[in-house]
T-cell receptor, first 111, second 115 residues
Framework: EDKVVQSPLSLVVHEGDTVTLNCSYE??????LLWYKQEKKAPTFLFML????IEKKSGRLSSILDKKELFSILNITATQTGDSAVYLC???????????FGKGTKLSVIP | EAQVTQNPRYLITVTGKKLTVTCSQN?????MSWYRQDPGLGLRQIYY???????DKGDVPEGYKVSRKEKRNFPLILESPSPNQTSLYFC??????????????FGPGTRLTVL
């Protein structure tokens, strides 16, 4: 059974801080790992990491995948109050049609 | 506008009264899926569909039914709702039948309360 563990479960930082969110996983025949942002509504896609793409960056957000140690991190630099959300990590194995999600990390950015 | 729509967005019902939550996408996506989200448990997949007339169980299918008669629609049916099905439900879709090859687009969610 595929498994995703995110840490920390909750995090409070001040604007301007840099944060690192963690996602460790166990999946049969790893295919991809995805990060989503959820702000009191539907999750929105951030990044997808695969064997051929282990590092992604978009503005202040970046993510890396360590396939050997089976984890990924999501970095947010110079945090803003608009970054406050739940960040979800999901993984998928080859031959499976399912995504397995972690429980999420709730990030609160205070002014 | 490309989107996934769900109806209703909010529903309060009573135990045992059959209900259907509709999901529709206008992006010609092959893959569609239903999730429920509960505090402390995260997003869990209920059912998914790789294409028309092809559906399969996710991690928590008990008490739910689905159908995929048309590519754009994927309704979730609760034949006899119970209070433990009180949850926030999301429908999602992706272009290809293999959701690892591209992202899933989520609908706005349906908050269901079963009394």
């Amino acid at each position: 059974e595929d498994k995703v563990v995110q840490s920390p479960l909750s995090l409070v930082v001040h604007e301007g801080d840099t944060v690192t969110l963690n996602c460790s996983y166990e999946v049969t025949n790893f295919r991809s790992l995805l990060w989503y942002k959820q702000e009191k509504k539907a999750p929105t896609f951030l990044f997808m990491l695969t064997s051929s793409g282990i590092e992604k960056k978009s503005g202040r957000l970046s993510s890396i995948l360590d396939k050997k140690e089976l984890f990924s991190i999501l970095n947010i630099t110079a945090t803003q109050t608009g970054d406050s959300a739940v960040y979800l990590c999901a993984v998928k194995g080859a031959g499976s049609y399912q995504l397995t999600f972690g429980k999420g990390t709730k990030l609160s950015v205070i002014p | 506008e490309a989107q996934v729509t769900q109806n209703p967005r909010y529903l309060i019902t009573v135990t045992g009264k059959k209900l259907t939550v509709t999901c529709s996408q206008n992006m010609n996506h092959e893959y569609m899926s239903w999730y429920r989200q509960d505090p402390g448990l995260g997003l869990r997949q209920i059912y998914y569909s790789m294409n028309v007339e092809v559906t399969d169980k996710g991690d928590v299918p008990e008490g739910y039914k689905v159908s995929r008669k048309e590519k754009r629609n994927f309704p979730l049916i609760l034949e006899s709702p119970s209070p433990n099905q009180t949850s926030l439900y999301f429908c999602a879709s992706s272009l290809y039948s293999d959701p690892s090859t591209d992202t899933q687009y989520f609908g706005p969610g349906t908050r269901l309360t079963v009394l």
